[in-house]
């Protein structure tokens, strides 16, 4: 008999995301959000090919994990965990048995924000090359989807608490292959980048002195 996978609630809505993006990925694991196929069952005329590889009629597993671009995003993504496992066929079955870290450390909350991060930007990605007739390179698509990774494990690790989970190994190899993620704990505390001097074209704010 074949195992039930579970419903991945924790990366939709415990995610560290924009609720939208929340929203978007429950839409896809329900298979719900307005792909080719989708449309065609509603009664729309097409034709409904995939604008990402223009190879294939555009499915929702189709588009967010099985065309050729969504692949590339998906290895570039492992690759950047360092989780070497073969992509299943299906959104639901990936997310079900995505690799969700039962330990915490300040900067766990990767695992948790980027599955959907990424069906997210291959989503737009898809909208912008059907509606603004816009298409970016596949480097771009990859930079933008580790930047909006990045910004948001940076975001909630300025939360985290160091005093009950400090800086371990696994942080630094997640620095490490996430440069991008800008904090870095200093004296028990959080800097978001380097300080820096100001030159001297540069204006300093000073508090106004007392009269």
């Not at 909006?148 to 190994?169: C, G, Q, W």
Request: glycine share 4%; with cysteine.
């Amino acid at each position: 008999m074949e195992e039930k996978k579970e419903w991945p609630l924790k990366l939709v809505w415990s995610s560290p995301v924009l609720p939208k993006v929340g929203v978007f990925t429950w839409l896809a694991l329900k298979k719900r959000i307005l792909t080719g196929e989708r449309l065609s069952r509603l009664g729309f005329l097409g034709p409904f090919r995939c604008v990402m590889c223009k190879k294939a009629d555009e499915s929702l597993d189709h588009l967010l994990l099985q065309c050729e671009e969504a692949q590339m995003v998906w290895n570039f993504l492992l690759g950047k965990l360092g989780w070497q496992t073969p992509l299943p066929n299906s959104v639901f079955e990936l997310l079900s048995s995505w690799n969700i870290q039962s330990h915490i450390s300040v900067f766990s909350s990767v695992w948790l924000v980027a599955p959907s991060l990424v069906v997210w930007e291959i989503w737009k990605e898809r909208n912008r090359r059907i509606f603004q007739e816009k298409e970016e390179s596949s480097a771009s698509l990859l930079s933008r989807v580790e930047r909006e990774i990045s910004e948001s494990v940076s975001a909630a690790a300025r939360n985290h608490s160091l005093t009950k989970y400090p800086y371990s190994s696994e942080d630094n190899f997640i620095q490490a292959n996430w440069p991008l993620v800008n904090c870095q704990p200093v004296n028990g505390s959080w800097r978001v980048s380097p300080l820096s001097e100001p030159t001297k074209d540069e204006v300093k704010w000073e508090p106004p002195t007392k009269e």
